[in-house]
């Protein structure tokens, strides 16, 4: 069976956010031209070992726009002229307000890139402040009008709800906001403490702390904005206009097989997961000296890829197939549907909207 989707991390960031468990760093000494050569080496090679026909392309980090112009060009190109392109559908990367000008827009845009998730996370000062973010409102609002004029059609803003000294109502003036721009595609995360993270830190030392009526409230306030403006609830944290959802992100979602290429990157083919080496400066000299880059693998058994199924297809609006059930979870199954938590439609068990708040402990519940 072919690969369909590709990812790509570029790690580097202007600042490294305190909230953010993603492998990432300042570019510091790292010799920018290199990583891009190391990347497109690492391509040509996965095309070789792999049956690859690309249905899409996504860029993460990191921030794929800190790459300066002409590094991310290189990047963009090489990677259309290593792969067959014919059946590619999305062509998508993530971005910060502060390294997006007009002519690198123009230019990504020309390059084929279809979809750009642009990481606003708030709109007021005090809680991007909180999230160590290195934009402005202001800025923010600048780059998205600089992405729709250079004619992206999909254009998708992130946002964060549950931050440290945001209130419910500073939360609904940062979603009012969101629907005055009218973007294609809203992602509303619940801000999660992330080990190895300066959050996690203070949330140990008592400086923060969870709460989860307050994510309820949000979570609920959220659904209730986004969908009565028209936006299709297709995951836990993810709205769309119609025809416009990630079909890259919905094929994790959905367990199909990918490959990742860059530091720290994994790839999932043919029942095998693994993970590149997270170093950068590593990376690029095992694939500089031709030697693999991968440094751990593990097999997916059937057993993993049943409790991946409750873990991320119960977020979807699709939900999971009814015959994943042990028998022995009827009686869970039917006081779940009682209590009105979700359903069982075309042999799907869906979460009702009541459900999606409660979808992690339901999943423990169904698995038992």
């Known amino acids: ?81 290593v792969y067959d ?41 005090p809680t991007l402040h909180t999230l160590g973010r290195d934009h402005a409102p202001a800025e923010a609002e600048k780059t998205y009008h600089t992405l729709r004029e250079a004619g992206f059609p999909s254009v998708s803003l992130d946002l964060m709800f549950s931050i440290p000294g945001q209130s419910l109502k500073v939360w609904v003036q940062s979603l009012q906001k969101t629907l005055s721009l009218a973007p294609d595609h809203i992602s509303a995360y619940n801000l999660n403490y992330e080990e190895d993270t300066e ?39 993810n709205y769309a206009k119609p ?11 959905l367990g199909a097989d990918y490959l990742g290429l860059g530091p720290s990157a994994f ?43 409750f873990g991320l297809e119960l977020r979807t609006s699709r939900g999971i197939p009814l015959s994943l059930i042990d028998p022995a979870q009827t009686q869970m199954l039917d006081s779940l549907t009682r209590d009105g938590l979700l359903r069982v439609e075309a042999g799907q068990i869906i979460l009702t909207r009541q459900g999606k708040a409660l979808v992690d402990p339901i999943a423990v519940a169904l698995m038992g």
């Open 199 to 237: 959050f996690f830190e203070r949330l140990s030392r008592g400086q923060y702390r969870e709460d989860t009526e307050e994510d309820g409230a949000c979570f609920e306030v959220t659904m209730d904005m986004l969908e009565s403006a028209g936006y299709e609830h297709y995951e836990i944290s």
């Open 1 to 81: 069976m072919s690969v369909r989707h590709l990812y790509i991390h570029v790690p580097f960031c202007h600042r490294v956010c305190p909230y953010c468990s993603f492998y990432k760093h300042q570019h510091g000494s790292t010799d920018l031209g290199e990583f891009v050569t190391a990347v497109l080496v690492e391509a040509a090679r996965s095309r070789d070992l792999f049956p690859l026909e690309l249905e899409t392309v996504f860029l993460g980090g990191g921030t794929p726009t800190a790459l300066s112009e002409g590094h991310l060009h290189r990047l963009l190109s090489g990677i259309r002229e």
């Open 267 to 309: 790839s999932t083919i043919q029942g095998k997961r693994w993970q590149n080496l997270p170093d950068t400066a590593r990376y690029m000299s095992h694939v500089k000296q031709g030697v693999s880059a991968i440094t751990a693998q593990e097999d997916i058994t059937e057993e993993k890829r049943w409790v991946e199924r």
């Open 243 to 253: 025809g416009h959802r990630s079909t890259h992100n919905e094929s994790y979602w």
């Open 85 to 125: 392109w014919n059946q590619v559908k999305e062509f998508c990367l993530e971005a910060n307000p502060r390294t997006i000008t007009a002519s690198k827009a123009k230019m990504m845009r020309e390059i084929g890139v279809s979809r750009v998730s642009l990481g606003v996370q708030a709109w007021d000062e």
